[in-house]
């Protein structure tokens, strides 16, 4: 009986849990683990666009790292990473990409294997292009693919094409185009109108927006920035200087304000009255403007008229006729009997080819006839030494080691000046201490394995041995 009851008990206690059992057919529903969002193709993916971007984002501030120690091998490594997983890094700026150039860059200086240096280039303008993809606006791809092309590989492109390149991050950008694009652009619209590949309408187009660009430069910059553009002020309007030789290209605006200064420094000189005035002329300035006028009283002043070839030379120098004037000089130095007479006639065509045509090949060759017509005079040379001076821009690109050494052999002429006429040595000092600043450092002439002194050969249209000399 008592067994009975304990069996009892138990079967009450079974029924009493199993209602407080849930069924197994009432489960508590459970919310899916949802798809991780489909990655972003193409080159344009950030560190938003990963499931998982931790590891992506350790690794680019590792690289970074490396690389401002210049550990390339460990950044390299770390950035193909970060490359494959987000090139866009956060989306706001291209530094993997640029890195990425950085990188290839190194690599094409570090090889001589023509085939691994042409696959590197390949690989750095590939980059380009992803910037241009991720970061569209503006005018800084175009900006960077003209300048390497320009500077780094200039077999890669011709000359027009890198002049589009140019071109189109000028109009994407207007007055605040990048600091490095004038100066290369600046030389190639020079060169391709000269050849005819572009033109006049083109040409004074955008050597009006160079100059414009170069202006809200030079008021804007800030810094470092302000150096910059400093040397491009030292070349690019020079570079456009060879524009003058264009009739019509610059208005009397434009000559007066480049040329009537000098007359004001030296009203009394018929050399300097003359060729200002044939400046002016050449630019279309009526001779009714009051600075014409001042000009004209000026000559009959101080200039004396001369006969025969000579006058019709003068004449012909005033209307800004330069192939006339050279002809009519030509005559009157054949003619002369007076050495002194025929050395002026000889360095008048010398500074026509010089100051009015640009053509310094020309200017030199009649500056070392007036030399030979008339002995002991340094005026030729101080000529030809600021030919050579300013034939930076032409050179080279305005500053550095092409555009600098073309100060020596302006020196050697300057101090031939004073050898052969004392009296030009205030004049020849002048020039001397002007560019002396502008010669390569020390350094730079160390670099390449070079020694103060020693004999080197100035190329371009100069073709001239000198010595080597520091700047002070």
């Known amino acids: 009986m008592k067994h009975w009851l304990k069996l009892g008990a138990l079967f009450a206690l079974l029924l009493l849990l199993g209602a407080c059992t849930p069924k197994t057919t009432e489960q508590v529903a459970v919310a899916p683990t949802p798809p991780p969002p489909p990655k972003k193709e193409g080159p344009c993916r950030t560190f938003k666009d990963l499931t998982y971007p931790e590891e992506a984002l350790r690794n680019f501030v590792l690289y970074r790292d490396f690389l401002k120690v210049e550990d390339w091998t460990q950044a390299f490594d770390l950035w193909k990473k ?20 950085r990188f290839y860059e190194r690599f094409i200086s570090l090889t001589q294997d023509s085939v691994l240096i042409h696959s590197y280039v390949d690989t750095i303008f590939t980059f380009y292009d992803e910037i241009e993809q991720c970061y569209p606006e503006g005018g800084y791809v175009p900006a960077r693919k003209g300048f390497d092309l320009y500077y ?32 290369p652009f600046a030389s190639l619209l020079v060169e391709l109108y000269f050849d005819k590949q572009i033109s006049l309408d083109e040409a004074r187009k955008y050597q009006q927006k160079i100059r414009e660009i170069l202006a809200n430069g030079l008021a804007t910059c800030e810094g470092k920035a302000c150096e910059r553009w400093r040397i491009v002020e030292s070349y690019t309007p020079a570079r456009l200087e060879a524009f003058e030789t264009v009739k019509g290209f610059y208005d009397c605006a434009y000559y007066t304000g480049k040329y009537y200064q000098d007359f004001l420094e030296d009203s009394t000189n018929c050399d300097v009255i003359r060729e200002v005035y044939s400046r002016l002329k050449w630019g279309g300035c009526p001779e009714s403007e009051p600075l014409m006028a001042r000009l004209i009283e000026a000559g009959n002043r101080y200039c004396v008229k001369e006969a025969g070839p000579a006058e019709l030379a003068y004449n012909c120098l005033r209307e800004a006729d330069y192939d006339c004037a050279i002809e009519g000089f030509e005559k009157a130095a054949e003619q002369s009997t007076d050495a002194a007479k025929k050395g002026q006639y000889l360095l008048l065509i010398a500074k026509i ?11 030199r060759k009649y500056a070392l006839r007036a030399a030979g017509a008339k002995s002991n005079w340094g005026e030729p040379f101080i000529l030809i030494g600021r030919m050579y001076a300013s034939s930076g821009p032409i050179c080279g690109p305005g500053r550095g080691w092409d555009s600098q050494i ?4 302006a020196i050697d002429m300057w101090v031939r000046a004073k050898s052969v006429d004392p009296s030009s040595a205030a004049e020849a000092n002048k020039w001397i201490s002007r560019y002396s600043q502008y010669m390569p450092s020390v350094e730079d002439i160390f670099q390449r394995n070079l020694k103060v002194g020693d004999r080197f050969y100035v190329g371009c249209w100069i073709q001239e041995y000198t010595a080597i000399r520091p700047a002070n």
Do not use: M
């Open 82 to 101: 970060v490359y494959a997983d987000a090139p866009a890094a956060d989306g706001q700026r291209n530094t993997v990409f640029a890195d990425g150039i």
């Open 152 to 183: 780094s590989y200039p077999g890669r492109a011709s000359r027009k094409e890198i002049y589009a390149f140019f071109k189109e991050a000028v109009d994407r950008d207007g007055i605040k185009a990048n600091d490095f694009v004038i100066n």
């Open 353 to 363: 080819y010089y100051a009015s045509l640009k053509n310094f090949t020309q200017a």
């Open 406 to 409: 073309v100060v020596w052999p």
